[in-house]
């Protein structure tokens, strides 16, 4: 880590040293967990950070302490300037990293090499075509499979988000853990999470249980071993004995991992959140763009953040709408 600071820390000792960046609200996708149907209010351009800023404030942070750093979206790849940003972060002690719902990763290969974007998580809800269809409302199935594969034969380190909700793609558990089999590929299952108009309850909830009961029944509990969770983990990670790859499960209703949280979170336009499940955000931009030190505003909302989920430290809590319906859809946060 570099040069630490106390700004990064907040009132529980945690200490902050990933940056996950949006670069773009926009999507070329419509997931329903993500986005409300009828679409989001998007940030007016004059809003939303330049490049420029961009790598300006991500350097502010990285003199803090933060040596990870994610963009996300929206759909990052989307940004007409992702090229130019992503040099840039290139140049500092950071470990750069990317999620993308990997349309069109094949257009930026040769770009992920140059900056060293080693790390790509994708994003990929179902193994069938006319599933993913209905969830996305796009008929690009081939071209993220295609896409996500490619990177695999170039010998990336892959994670594929799959957000699992009942009566959907429960039933692909299997076959998803399948694919690890004879690629190295991590599969990470993510509990529905609750945002903004994506009309979440409890009841379309795959638990972590529910998760692992089904793989210990087709493969065998004996033959599934759970390997060494990570520092600052979100995902309990498992493996089938023989396998290439591995699955993990990314508990945040269930079985939730905040005491060991270091992540801070960017939006498009500027402002900063604590937590995934927090409605509470400062704005940086509007303060950097008077020229004045966000340094102070970035700790003040680190000290406020909560133990646990934005205070919905019980299921009582996480289940009452009035507590996370108005907080950001998923696509203007940037997971």
Known sequence: MGNTTDILQDSFGRQHNYLRISLIEKCNLRCTYCMPEGGVMLS???QLMT???????????????????????????????????????????????????????DRFIADFKKFGIQDINASL???????????????????????????LDQNFNVKLNVVLMKDFNEEEIIDFIALTQDRKLSVRFIEFMPFDGNLWNKSKLVSQQE???????????????????????????????GFQGNFGIISSVTNPF?????????????????????NNETNLLQTFRQGDN?????????LKKKAVRAGMNTSAKLEDPKNHSNNRSMTTIGG
């Open 294 to 302: 966000i340094e102070p505003l970035i700790k003040s909302l680190l």
């Open 125 to 151: 809800d179902t193994l069938k075509e006319e599933k993913f269809r209905t969830i996305t409302k796009r008929d690009q199935f081939h071209k993220a499979f295609d896409n996500i594969n490619l990177l």
């Open 211 to 241: 998760i692992l009961d089904r793989a210990y029944a087709h493969f065998q509990k004996e033959n599934i071993e759970q390997l060494p969770n990570e520092k600052n983990f979100t995902a309990r990670n498992f493996r089938v004995r």
């Open 51 to 105: 490049s420029q800023e961009i790598i300006a404030i991500a350097k502010i942070f990285v003199e803090n302490g933060v040596d990870k750093i994610r963009l996300t979206g929206g759909e990052p790849l989307l940004r007409k300037d992702f090229s130019e940003i992503a040099a840039a972060l290139a140049q500092l002690p950071v470990r750069l990293s990317i999620t993308t719902n990997a349309i069109l990763v």
């Open 44 to 46: 007016p351009k004059d």
């Open 258 to 278: 905040c005491d060991s949280c270091n992540r801070i979170r960017l939006t498009a336009n500027g402002t900063i959140k604590n937590c995934l499940f927090s």
